[in-house]
């Protein structure tokens, strides 16, 4: 699309949740401006559409604008005039019903950490739960899923607010069953809901199940089968 008052450029604004777009609309939203990291620079003056987003939110919040500068780079940065004659109350409001929590407006969202060796699995996975635009996890949950290596698995819950984990058991470094009796002996997370998927067959289900795991799933993956059983486990966590 180009630039242009009949023609906005539409930006994807993706907060990390919702205490980070509260904060950015103290300090610049509702004073009608901000920043925006771009793909591409546009030219001052366009029109754009900004579509301001965070993991949980039920429906983007549109706001509307001119570009005033430019700062050019591999990534430049927009800074943005909003449009705020016919957007200023409708925002506030939206702010403050995000603010509230309103389950209308924001989901509870899951912090899933995903310890998977196979690239294209964990990105199966990783779209599977965090589509919340599809309400994969139905209409009042929400997910955010991190992949990584068993050390930063252990580092997450440790130090992190971790709602659920699933790891595959065969690990090339510290293998599943481990990391999962790290979990619930050396970190004392008993609670914390674990699935544990593998190819291995019998022998990894009972290696991860005597480990500590609520579940077991054979590869390759149904992942409507792990999508429901991290809304039930959770659900249970939280209940």
Request: hydrophobic share 45%.
């Given at each position: ?177 481990r990391l999962i009796g790290a979990v619930r002996k050396d970190l004392r997370r008993p609670e914390l809901p674990i699935i544990a998927v593998s190819a291995g067959g019998d022998a ?36």
């Open positions: 699309m180009s630039g242009g008052e009949r023609d906005p450029v539409v930006l994807y604004v993706d907060y990390d949740d919702a205490d980070d777009l509260i904060a950015d609309y103290a300090e610049n939203l509702s004073r009608g401006a901000t920043c925006v990291a771009s793909s591409r620079a546009l030219p001052e003056g366009a029109s754009v559409q900004l579509l301001l987003s965070f993991p949980g939110l039920v429906a983007p919040i549109l706001v509307e604008g001119l570009v005033r500068w430019v700062r050019p780079g591999d990534e430049p940065t927009l800074g943005i005039e909003l449009d705020m004659s016919a957007s200023r109350d409708d925002l506030a409001a939206a702010i403050a019903r995000i603010r509230d929590r309103d389950p209308a407006v924001v989901k509870r969202v899951a912090n899933v950490v995903v310890v998977e060796g196979n690239p294209q699995v964990a990105e199966l996975i990783r779209h599977s739960l965090g589509d919340a635009a599809r309400g994969a996890l139905g209409p009042d949950l929400a997910a955010t899923i991190r992949t990584c290596d068993e050390h930063e698995a252990l580092a997450l819950v440790r130090d992190t607010r971790v709602d659920a984990l699933i790891v595959d058991v065969y690990r090339p470094v510290v293998d599943g069953a990894a289900r009972a290696a991860a199940l005597r480990a500590g795991a609520d579940i077991f799933f054979d590869k390759p993956l149904r992942l409507s089968e792990v999508v429901q059983a991290i809304r039930a486990l959770v659900n249970r966590k939280s209940g």
